[in-house]
Nanobody, 126 residues
Framework: QVQPVESGGGLVQAGGSLRLSCAASGRTLSRNAMGWFRQAPGKEREFVASIDWSGGTTYYADSVKGRFTISRDNAKNTVYLQMNNLKPGDAAVYYC???????????????????WGQGTQVTVSS
């Protein structure tokens, strides 16, 4: 399996924005629903957002709803996470993952995903 590769993380002030990208060379992601998760120091990895293979259906954690937008460009084999109005509590390593094929609906639990990237760090200063 080829791992997705995340990029776009960095340091931003509270209230600022970042756009994360997730791309995979050598493997198409267009057949998979995709998800973003995050893990802050000392905490368990948590679900952020997911999107179906076509981009027509999305699902968000309550903590990011209205501030984050997940999207995808299958022609570029890339999934995005636009993060606006960032808060210090959003600071974490962000991971993208491909949902296991054959599952119904959009997953929000780690075991529903089987291909993970290495993550990209997001730091939010207050």
């Amino acid at each position: 399996q080829v791992q997705p590769v995340e990029s776009g993380g960095g340091l931003v002030q509270a209230g600022g924005s970042l756009r994360l990208s997730c791309a995979a060379s050598g493997r198409t992601l267009s057949r998979n629903a995709m998800g973003w998760f995050r893990q802050a120091p000392g905490k368990e990895r948590e679900f952020v957002a997911s999107i179906d293979w076509s981009g027509g259906t999305t699902y968000y954690a309550d903590s990011v709803k209205g501030r984050f937008t997940i999207s995808r460009d299958n022609a570029k084999n890339t999934v995005y996470l636009q993060m606006n109005n960032l808060k210090p509590g959003d600071a974490a390593v962000y991971y993208c993952a491909a949902q296991k094929q054959g599952l119904a609906g959009l997953g929000s639990r780690e075991h529903e995903y089987d291909t993970w990237g290495q993550g990209t760090q997001v730091t939010v200063s207050s």
